[in-house]
């Protein structure tokens, strides 16, 4: 069984979950015998180093190892990097930066591409352009050439901006299409929703073979959201790699407790929900920081917040973190919180856990449906989560339940179980469409 794979993050390119998913899913694929042909678009150039080898499209083969430090970790998994930017959470100076490495990775003949522009609302024929809407045309059309010298059995699509590609490669080879629905605009932007973007994912959705959701909350969004037969959705939950590397921290040498937040800084997250709470936990217990981790539209916003709160001085900044850093800050934590209004899973929960910190999340979360040893809270009450987080702050036999159950619950999201629930709806799919050609024949 190969799978064709097309999504827009994968580490080191890497901005929020969605990588980190796509990272477990294909470790735990490898691991049931599947093997995965990663389509991934290039990104802003980072000074990264990982075990994947990334191959641009003048030199990939087929034999693409992705290497370890001693040993191939991903031996079922090639990685195709193709000139197209999906960067979603980027600004527009961003892709201002980006213009010119993309003109130099650009073909001659722009007319060499295959035009898939009618799948998308407004389409016209492929080409350049530094707007997003123009960069998943130009993924699409890239994929379907790809996917000309490719053999796979299935397509597997990751989030709205790789749909038109799976659709345009679905089109063209007459493979199975899997779309992975990991979050909707409706989490993304709650009722200010672009339209744009909602089309695509409808049009991802109903068009695919079969839909995965990411939990039953992102399911029910789907069906009353988007119309799509719930008879064609799959829940499959994320899961967490339970090998967590040994970071070495220094201590911190004063007397507070760290509160953690990591996550986009973004309506989606919910950062002013873990603010105003922060604000009122220091009016009980005030030998705390609050350290907010992460990048997005609303930092300036949110540092404006924490002093006009008068809490400024209790809360920290750190920006967007990467690799030993995440672990590090995890190391450093004696609490994780996610406040989110809107999340469809949330794996960040799961990470903390791993490095033995308990977390509280919102009950508008899909992880929500998995963890029993979480405290959990709506996202609008702060009362209540700043009461949470002052309980778990002052009382050390709570904090080591949460850890120890929380410890447990993990052994059952592995994946693994992941991969071969997947695995089961490709080989279902691949059947169903011999049986389909088989009557054709008749």
């Given amino acids: 069984m190969k799978v064709l794979m097309l999504g827009w993050e994968f580490p080191p390119y890497i901005s929020g979950g969605l990588g980190t998913a796509c990272y477990g899913l294909t470790r735990g694929l490898d691991s049931v015998g599947v093997k995965v042909g990663f389509v991934l678009p290039v990104s802003i150039p980072q000074d990264f180093h990982s075990h994947v080898t990334f191959k641009t499209p003048s030199n990939i083969s087929d034999d693409t190892v992705v290497k370890g430090k001693n040993k191939s970790l991903l031996r079922g998994v090639t990685m195709h990097v193709l000139p197209a930017f999906l960067q979603p959470y980027a600004g527009p100076e961003q892709y201002d930066q980006v213009v010119e490495m993309m003109k130099q990775l650009q073909p001659a003949d722009e007319n060499d591409y295959l035009p898939v522009g009618d799948i998308l609302p407004g389409g016209e024929a492929v080409g350049y352009g530094g707007d997003l809407m123009e960069q998943v045309r130009r993924y699409a059309s890239l994929a379907v050439k790809h996917s000309q010298d490719e053999t796979f059995d299935v397509i597997h699509a990751h989030d709205w901006m790789t749909y038109p590609a799976g659709l345009a490669v679905a089109a063209y080879s007459g493979k199975p299409l899997v779309v992975h629905l990991h979050s909707t605009e409706f989490d993304r932007s709650g009722e200010n929703i672009n339209q744009q973007v909602y089309d695509i994912e409808r049009a991802g959705l109903h068009g695919a073979d079969r839909v995965i959701c990411v939990s039953y909350l992102t399911r029910g969004i789907a069906v009353k959201r988007y119309g799509v037969n719930p008879e064609k959705i799959e829940v499959v939950y994320n899961a967490v790699d339970l090998e967590v590397k040994k970071i070495h921290t ?148 709570l904090r080591r339940v949460l850890q120890q159950h929380g410890q447990i619950e993990l052994r059952k999201l592995s994946w693994k179980d992941s991969a071969k629930k997947c695995k089961k709806i490709y080989t279902e799919l691949v059947r169903a469409k011999k049986q389909k050609i088989h009557k054709r024949r008749k």
């Fill in 250 to 397: 220094d201590p911190i040498k004063r007397d507070e407790k760290i509160v953690l937040f990591l996550g986009r800084i973004t309506m989606q997250k919910g950062p002013e929900y873990f603010l105003q709470a922060a604000k009122k936990v220091l009016s009980k217990f005030d030998k705390v920081r609050f350290v907010i981790a992460g990048s997005g539209d609303l930092i300036s916003q949110s540092v404006s917040l924490a002093a006009e709160l008068g809490i400024g001085k209790h809360v920290a900044f750190t920006g967007f973190l990467r690799g030993d850093d995440v672990g590090r800050i995890f190391n450093m934590a004696d609490l994780y919180v996610m406040p989110s209004v809107s999340e469809p899973f949330g794996i960040a929960p799961l990470e903390a856990m791993s490095h033995n910190v308990p977390v509280i999340i919102s009950k508008q979360s899909g992880v929500s449906e998995v963890l029993t040893h979480a405290l959990k809270v709506d996202f609008w009450d702060i009362d209540e989560m700043a009461n949470k987080i002052v309980a778990v702050l002052r009382h050390p036999p």
